[in-house]
């Protein structure tokens, strides 16, 4: 795990250690120790989409394993 993850938009980067959005923001010192990490050679976590689950249509355990059937 990295110390950085993108995220969908080049306007905020995570920083894992505690989960804080850092907006792209040159003014941010966030934002400049983020910039100077990446200039040491860090190489952020990549971008991971959420599942696209709908609570309206989730299957049981017993449905998934085809024992609803």
Known sequence: MADYQLTATDRI??????????????ANRDWQEYERWLADGGVPDPYVPPLDVDPLNMNTTAQILGAGS
């Open 13 to 26: 980067v995570i920083r894992t250690v505690d989960s804080a959005n850092i907006p792209n923001d040159p």
